[in-house]
């Protein structure tokens, strides 16, 4: 069976700093595209992060470009998002998705994990 969970959200101050996992299971990660998208409460879902097949290319969303960092290793099936300097709308549900053979980082996702949630406050 082919599952994403993600672990790693929680609550943290205002200019703090989180680590995000994605591991996947039943499927290899090398062949997929792998995503971030959130939701906060009464909010569209948006789309953060991406990174392609081989790692060498990343895009982000403007809102936060310059603070979330995207990484894979492929070997431990694991995708990675760094996130700093977090504010308090960066509160939210974060789900990593994944796309076969995916060159580009427009959706749909073929996979999408449960979510972890991420809580920015003081």
């Known amino acids: 069976q082919l599952q994403l969970v993600e672990s790693g959200g929680g609550l943290v101050q205002p200019g703090g700093s989180l680590r995000l996992s994605c591991v996947a299971s039943g499927f290899t990660l090398d062949y997929y595209a792998i995503g971030w998208y959130r939701q906060a409460p009464g909010k569209e879902r948006e789309g953060i992060a991406c990174?392609?097949?081989?790692?060498?290319?990343?895009n982000y969303a403007g809102s936060v470009k310059g603070r979330f960092t995207i990484s894979r290793d492929n070997a431990k099936s694991t995708v990675y998002l760094q996130m700093d300097s977090l504010k308090p709308e960066d509160t939210a549900i974060y789900h990593c998705v994944a796309k076969k053979w995916g060159t580009s980082c427009a959706p749909p996702y073929e996979y999408w994990g449960q979510g972890t949630q991420v809580t920015v406050s003081s």
């Open positions: 990174i392609l097949i081989g790692g060498g290319s990343t």
